[in-house]
Protein backbone atom coordinates (compact mmCIF):
# COMPACT_ATOMS: atom_id res chain seq x y z
CA UNK A 1 0.00 0.00 0.00
CA UNK A 2 1.36 3.41 -1.21
CA UNK A 3 1.46 6.17 1.01
CA UNK A 4 -0.88 9.03 0.00
CA UNK A 5 1.23 12.48 -0.76
CA UNK A 6 1.05 14.80 2.14
CA UNK A 7 0.06 18.14 1.58
CA UNK A 8 3.04 19.72 1.07
CA UNK A 9 4.05 17.42 -1.74
CA UNK A 10 0.58 18.37 -3.36
CA UNK A 11 1.18 22.05 -3.11
CA UNK A 12 4.61 21.50 -4.30
CA UNK A 13 3.51 19.57 -7.22
CA UNK A 14 1.61 22.13 -8.52
CA UNK A 15 4.04 24.67 -8.18
CA UNK A 16 6.11 22.83 -10.80
CA UNK A 17 3.45 22.73 -13.26
CA UNK A 18 2.14 25.67 -13.44
CA UNK A 19 6.09 26.91 -13.70
CA UNK A 20 6.53 24.57 -16.77
CA UNK A 21 3.06 26.00 -17.90
CA UNK A 22 4.40 29.46 -17.81
CA UNK A 23 7.89 27.97 -19.45
CA UNK A 24 6.37 26.82 -22.29
CA UNK A 25 4.20 30.22 -22.60
CA UNK A 26 7.17 32.43 -22.33
CA UNK A 27 8.96 30.29 -25.26
CA UNK A 28 6.02 30.19 -27.50
CA UNK A 29 5.60 34.18 -26.97
CA UNK A 30 9.06 34.57 -27.92
CA UNK A 31 9.25 32.41 -31.35
CA UNK A 32 6.01 34.44 -32.30
CA UNK A 33 8.00 37.69 -31.58
CA UNK A 34 10.84 36.75 -33.32
CA UNK A 35 8.21 35.46 -36.18
CA UNK A 36 7.28 38.77 -36.84
CA UNK A 37 10.34 40.52 -36.48
CA UNK A 38 11.52 38.69 -39.55
CA UNK A 39 8.37 38.81 -41.30
CA UNK A 40 8.51 40.49 -44.82
CA UNK A 41 5.40 42.98 -44.98
CA UNK A 42 4.30 43.57 -48.41
CA UNK A 43 2.20 47.01 -49.05
CA UNK A 44 0.58 47.62 -52.49
CA UNK A 45 2.21 50.44 -53.93
CA UNK A 46 -0.28 53.92 -53.74
CA UNK A 47 -1.64 54.24 -57.01
CA UNK A 48 -0.71 58.00 -58.62
CA UNK A 49 -3.67 60.65 -58.47
CA UNK A 50 -5.04 61.56 -61.38
CA UNK A 51 -4.97 65.51 -60.23
CA UNK A 52 -7.75 67.85 -62.39
CA UNK A 53 -6.26 71.40 -63.00
CA UNK A 54 -9.82 73.54 -63.31
CA UNK A 55 -9.05 77.29 -64.51
CA UNK A 56 -11.23 79.84 -62.60
CA UNK A 57 -12.29 82.60 -64.11
CA UNK A 58 -12.68 85.62 -61.75
CA UNK A 59 -14.96 89.00 -63.10
CA UNK A 60 -12.98 91.85 -62.44
CA UNK A 61 -14.63 93.96 -59.90
CA UNK A 62 -17.10 96.54 -60.84
CA UNK A 63 -16.82 98.51 -57.45
CA UNK A 64 -13.65 100.73 -58.87
CA UNK A 65 -12.81 101.86 -61.71
CA UNK A 66 -10.10 100.09 -63.68
CA UNK A 67 -7.54 102.27 -65.68
CA UNK A 68 -5.56 99.78 -67.67
CA UNK A 69 -2.11 101.14 -68.55
CA UNK A 70 -0.72 100.48 -72.69
CA UNK A 71 0.91 97.22 -71.61
CA UNK A 72 -2.00 95.78 -69.94
CA UNK A 73 -4.45 96.92 -72.54
CA UNK A 74 -2.62 94.92 -74.98
CA UNK A 75 -2.81 91.94 -72.67
CA UNK A 76 -6.41 92.37 -72.09
CA UNK A 77 -6.95 92.66 -76.04
CA UNK A 78 -4.73 89.33 -76.31
CA UNK A 79 -7.83 87.66 -73.76
CA UNK A 80 -10.65 85.99 -75.38
CA UNK A 81 -13.91 87.44 -74.21
CA UNK A 82 -15.88 86.46 -71.28
CA UNK A 83 -18.90 88.14 -70.30
CA UNK A 84 -22.27 87.67 -67.72
CA UNK A 85 -25.63 89.35 -66.83
CA UNK A 86 -24.90 89.69 -63.59
CA UNK A 87 -25.68 93.55 -63.70
CA UNK A 88 -28.07 93.61 -66.65
CA UNK A 89 -30.77 96.20 -66.16
CA UNK A 90 -33.97 94.51 -66.61
CA UNK A 91 -36.72 96.77 -65.12
CA UNK A 92 -39.17 99.33 -66.80
CA UNK A 93 -39.50 100.04 -70.20
CA UNK A 94 -37.70 102.84 -72.51
CA UNK A 95 -40.00 105.96 -73.66
CA UNK A 96 -40.14 104.47 -77.02
CA UNK A 97 -42.32 101.99 -75.36
CA UNK A 98 -39.23 98.85 -75.65
CA UNK A 99 -38.92 96.73 -72.58
CA UNK A 100 -35.85 96.47 -71.37
CA UNK A 101 -36.01 92.73 -69.90
CA UNK A 102 -35.47 90.43 -72.98
CA UNK A 103 -37.94 87.23 -73.68
CA UNK A 104 -37.07 83.81 -72.80
CA UNK A 105 -37.41 83.54 -77.19
CA UNK A 106 -34.72 86.65 -77.61
CA UNK A 107 -32.13 85.09 -74.82
CA UNK A 108 -31.95 81.61 -76.88
CA UNK A 109 -32.25 82.96 -80.46
CA UNK A 110 -30.15 85.77 -80.08
CA UNK A 111 -28.39 86.58 -76.58
CA UNK A 112 -27.07 83.41 -75.99
CA UNK A 113 -26.14 82.48 -79.27
CA UNK A 114 -24.50 85.79 -80.51
CA UNK A 115 -21.91 86.46 -77.24
CA UNK A 116 -21.14 82.67 -77.16
CA UNK A 117 -20.27 82.62 -80.52
CA UNK A 118 -17.73 85.77 -79.73
CA UNK A 119 -16.37 83.59 -76.43
CA UNK A 120 -14.00 81.81 -79.67
CA UNK A 121 -12.59 85.34 -80.68
CA UNK A 122 -10.06 87.70 -78.57
CA UNK A 123 -10.92 91.15 -77.98
CA UNK A 124 -8.24 92.20 -80.61
CA UNK A 125 -10.30 90.01 -83.40
CA UNK A 126 -13.35 91.27 -81.98
CA UNK A 127 -12.23 95.08 -82.28
CA UNK A 128 -10.84 94.69 -85.49
CA UNK A 129 -13.96 93.37 -86.91
CA UNK A 130 -14.95 95.88 -89.63
CA UNK A 131 -18.66 96.15 -91.58
CA UNK A 132 -19.45 98.34 -94.32
CA UNK A 133 -22.47 100.89 -93.59
CA UNK A 134 -25.46 100.89 -96.25
CA UNK A 135 -24.66 104.61 -96.64
CA UNK A 136 -20.87 106.17 -97.52
CA UNK A 137 -19.30 102.77 -98.08
CA UNK A 138 -16.65 103.42 -95.59
CA UNK A 139 -15.78 100.52 -93.13
CA UNK A 140 -16.62 101.52 -89.62
CA UNK A 141 -15.70 98.80 -86.25
CA UNK A 142 -19.01 97.15 -85.74
CA UNK A 143 -18.08 95.82 -82.16
CA UNK A 144 -16.13 99.30 -80.11
CA UNK A 145 -16.91 101.60 -76.90
CA UNK A 146 -18.96 104.26 -76.83
CA UNK A 147 -18.58 107.47 -75.04
CA UNK A 148 -22.01 107.76 -72.52
CA UNK A 149 -22.04 111.88 -73.86
CA UNK A 150 -23.18 110.48 -77.33
CA UNK A 151 -25.81 108.42 -76.20
CA UNK A 152 -29.41 109.74 -76.06
CA UNK A 153 -30.13 111.78 -72.75
CA UNK A 154 -32.68 108.96 -70.99
CA UNK A 155 -29.99 107.09 -71.43
CA UNK A 156 -27.60 108.67 -69.25
CA UNK A 157 -29.89 109.24 -67.02
CA UNK A 158 -30.98 105.83 -66.65
CA UNK A 159 -27.18 104.82 -66.52
CA UNK A 160 -26.66 106.94 -63.44
CA UNK A 161 -29.71 105.62 -61.62
CA UNK A 162 -28.85 102.02 -61.76
CA UNK A 163 -25.10 102.70 -60.17
CA UNK A 164 -22.81 103.10 -63.02
CA UNK A 165 -21.97 106.75 -62.90
CA UNK A 166 -18.21 106.16 -62.41
CA UNK A 167 -18.08 105.06 -65.63
CA UNK A 168 -18.15 107.48 -68.72
CA UNK A 169 -17.80 104.80 -71.40
CA UNK A 170 -19.50 102.11 -72.50
CA UNK A 171 -18.77 99.36 -75.04
CA UNK A 172 -21.25 98.10 -77.58
CA UNK A 173 -21.78 95.35 -79.87
CA UNK A 174 -24.00 95.51 -82.96
CA UNK A 175 -25.82 92.60 -84.40
CA UNK A 176 -28.52 91.84 -87.08
CA UNK A 177 -29.61 95.54 -88.18
CA UNK A 178 -30.91 97.63 -85.04
CA UNK A 179 -29.71 95.16 -82.70
CA UNK A 180 -27.68 96.73 -80.12
CA UNK A 181 -25.69 94.69 -77.05
CA UNK A 182 -24.60 97.70 -74.35
CA UNK A 183 -22.92 96.91 -71.16
CA UNK A 184 -19.33 97.62 -69.77
CA UNK A 185 -16.05 96.14 -70.63
CA UNK A 186 -13.36 95.77 -67.86
CA UNK A 187 -10.74 94.10 -69.00
CA UNK A 188 -11.53 91.13 -70.90
CA UNK A 189 -14.86 90.69 -69.04
CA UNK A 190 -18.06 92.58 -70.65
CA UNK A 191 -20.78 92.91 -68.66
CA UNK A 192 -24.12 93.06 -70.56
CA UNK A 193 -26.28 95.93 -68.85
CA UNK A 194 -29.05 96.56 -71.80
CA UNK A 195 -30.27 94.37 -74.65
CA UNK A 196 -31.38 97.15 -77.46
CA UNK A 197 -33.50 95.88 -80.39
CA UNK A 198 -34.53 99.08 -81.92
CA UNK A 199 -31.51 101.45 -82.21
CA UNK A 200 -32.62 104.21 -79.77
CA UNK A 201 -29.75 104.30 -77.22
CA UNK A 202 -27.54 105.59 -79.76
CA UNK A 203 -29.71 107.26 -82.84
CA UNK A 204 -28.01 107.52 -86.27
CA UNK A 205 -27.09 111.00 -87.16
CA UNK A 206 -29.53 112.28 -89.76
CA UNK A 207 -27.83 114.11 -92.56
Known amino acids: MTDKPSKAEKRRKRQEEKAQAHRAKSVKFSSSVENLAT ?16 KVHENPSINKFVSLPPNEE ?15 DLEGEWSWQEQRCWTEEEWQTQILPNLSSLEKSTWSEILFEQKTPAKGGKSVPKHHSQELTTLVKEAQNRWIEIGLEEYDTAFRFRFANTVRAWGLRLEGHFYLVWWERHHKIYPVPQP
Open 39 to 54: KTVKIAPIPELALKVV
Open 74 to 88: AFSNACHLTWCTTIS
